[in-house]
Protein backbone atom coordinates (compact mmCIF):
# COMPACT_ATOMS: atom_id res chain seq x y z
CA UNK A 1 0.00 0.00 0.00
CA UNK A 2 1.38 3.05 -0.88
CA UNK A 3 0.70 6.89 0.79
CA UNK A 4 0.72 10.63 0.39
CA UNK A 5 2.26 11.21 4.16
CA UNK A 6 4.67 13.12 2.87
CA UNK A 7 2.83 15.52 0.57
CA UNK A 8 0.16 15.79 3.10
CA UNK A 9 2.73 16.57 5.77
CA UNK A 10 4.57 19.59 3.67
CA UNK A 11 1.28 20.97 2.86
CA UNK A 12 0.13 21.36 6.05
CA UNK A 13 4.03 22.42 6.89
CA UNK A 14 3.96 19.65 9.97
CA UNK A 15 7.20 17.65 10.94
CA UNK A 16 7.22 13.62 11.72
CA UNK A 17 7.06 14.87 15.10
CA UNK A 18 4.02 16.84 14.75
CA UNK A 19 1.95 14.20 12.96
CA UNK A 20 2.28 11.66 15.83
CA UNK A 21 1.57 14.07 18.77
CA UNK A 22 -1.50 14.91 16.88
CA UNK A 23 -2.49 11.10 16.89
CA UNK A 24 -0.91 9.73 19.95
CA UNK A 25 2.11 7.39 18.13
CA UNK A 26 5.73 7.58 18.19
CA UNK A 27 7.72 10.13 15.57
CA UNK A 28 8.96 6.49 14.36
CA UNK A 29 5.96 5.10 13.47
CA UNK A 30 5.07 7.90 11.43
CA UNK A 31 8.46 7.37 9.50
CA UNK A 32 7.66 3.78 8.86
CA UNK A 33 4.46 4.54 7.36
CA UNK A 34 5.53 6.82 5.32
CA UNK A 35 8.27 4.38 4.27
CA UNK A 36 5.63 2.30 3.40
CA UNK A 37 7.55 -0.65 6.27
CA UNK A 38 4.68 -0.73 8.43
CA UNK A 39 0.76 -0.58 7.25
CA UNK A 40 -1.11 1.45 9.70
CA UNK A 41 -4.64 -0.33 11.28
CA UNK A 42 -7.68 0.83 10.33
CA UNK A 43 -8.09 3.36 13.27
CA UNK A 44 -4.68 4.72 12.56
CA UNK A 45 -5.63 5.66 9.12
CA UNK A 46 -8.60 7.35 9.99
CA UNK A 47 -6.79 8.84 12.32
CA UNK A 48 -3.94 10.45 9.79
CA UNK A 49 -7.04 11.06 7.51
CA UNK A 50 -8.94 13.60 10.15
CA UNK A 51 -5.98 15.19 10.79
CA UNK A 52 -5.41 16.12 6.63
CA UNK A 53 -8.94 16.50 6.78
CA UNK A 54 -8.83 14.49 3.52
CA UNK A 55 -10.83 10.97 2.72
CA UNK A 56 -9.17 7.73 3.54
CA UNK A 57 -8.65 6.90 -0.08
CA UNK A 58 -6.89 10.23 -1.31
CA UNK A 59 -3.97 9.45 1.65
CA UNK A 60 -3.43 5.73 1.24
CA UNK A 61 -3.88 3.72 -2.42
CA UNK A 62 -3.80 -0.01 -2.73
CA UNK A 63 -1.40 -1.55 -5.12
CA UNK A 64 -1.68 -3.90 -7.57
CA UNK A 65 0.33 -6.66 -5.24
CA UNK A 66 -1.74 -6.04 -2.24
Known amino acids: ?15 QADLADAIGVSRQTINTIESN ?12 ARVFEKPLET ?3 L ?3 D
Request: hydrophobic residues 40%; proline residues 3%.
Open 59 to 61: IFE
Open 63 to 65: EDG
Open 37 to 48: KYVPSTVLALKI
Open 1 to 15: MKNTIRVERAIKNMT
